[in-house]
């Protein structure tokens, strides 16, 4: 018998997630003999269901946001049998299920997991921890709150990080340590990005060669923030080139060591969690998942 489980975060962004769901539920009996509907209360509920159903089921579905598949996928990474994962998106930014090329309306995200195309994509780890779209620190961990949404999607996010630094009172580069097999840097910094996915808060982000196959990071490195970096962060997005500037570093890595003085505050796929310094590395393919309409380069 193939069974599926929706898990489903009825407080998240997409109201339209909880009015469609039991449609969702009977799209998906089309192919799965038992589909049943779990329904988080609080933070911790969706792991919760992870860890009781993931050996009994051939299919996970998160419908939710970018902090509900955080959480699933923290809870379904480290279990040696784990099963598909599909994802309905509910939230604001739906970072994960942009990068896989899912559709934005839950009804047509169900259709295109009836479709089952399966790739293997990878995912970070630091410590016990798990992510797939980004992990960073500096001033992506700092300016978290009060964005201004239309200047965001006007700017991108990593340009309305740097233009937002001008304004965060007393504001100073740290002094950062990274090292990987074939890059090290030693010096101040604003900001570091590890980039694993292509979105970061609902935006395209601004690394070229992103693969969720290949088991590298995008790593970039601002280590000054300016209205000047702020623009050529505007222009890489409409070039999709990494800007060229003596304040930039950019390069790929499978595995790398961050420490930062003083200890920075982390921010992985939006969620802040833990502090440095960190190892992280590639999980390179460690999970299967059904894609929407992503196009293999």
């Not at 935006?203 to 790593?219: E, H, N, R, S, W």
């Amino acid at each position: 018998m193939q069974k599926a489980a929706i898990i489903l975060n009825p407080a998240a962004g997409n109201a339209q997630l909880p009015e469609n769901i039991d449609r969702i539920a009977h799209k998906l009996r089309d192919q799965y003999d038992d589909v049943t509907i779990y329904e988080t209360k609080e933070a911790g509920d969706g792991a919760g269901f992870v860890k009781k159903i993931a050996s009994e089921v051939q299919l996970i579905v998160g419908a939710g946001g970018d902090g509900t598949i955080h959480e699933l996928i923290n809870a379904l990474a480290p279990l040696e049998n784990r099963p598909l994962f599909a994802v309905v998106p509910g939230g604001t930014c739906n970072d994960f299920s942009r990068a896989i090329g899912m559709a934005q309306d839950p009804l047509a995200a169900a259709e295109q997991i009836m479709s089952h195309r399966i790739r293997q994509v990878d995912i970070g780890k630091y410590g016990d921890k798990y992510f797939l779209n980004f992990w960073g620190i500096g001033l992506i961990a700092q300016v978290s709150t009060n964005i201004d949404s239309n200047l965001k999607d006007k700017l991108g996010k990593l340009s309305y990080y740097l233009s937002a630094a001008q304004t965060i009172p007393g504001f100073e580069p740290f002094l950062l340590k990274v090292e990987s097999e074939r890059f090290e840097y030693n010096g101040k910094a604003c900001l570091l990005i590890v980039s694993n996915g292509a979105y970061t808060g609902g935006v395209k982000t601004f690394f070229p060669k992103t693969d969720l196959q290949d088991g590298l990071f995008d790593v970039l490195i601002i280590k000054e923030t300016s209205i000047e970096l702020a623009w050529q962060a505007i222009q890489s997005k409409m070039t999709s080139d990494i800007p060229e500037s003596d304040n930039i570093s950019y390069f790929r890595a499978d595995k790398l060591t961050v420490l930062a003085t003083p200890d920075q505050r982390i921010d992985c796929d939006g969620e802040i969690s833990g502090r440095t310094p960190v190892y992280l590395e590639n999980m390179r393919q460690h999970l299967s998942v059904i894609l929407g309409d992503f196009q293999d380069d």
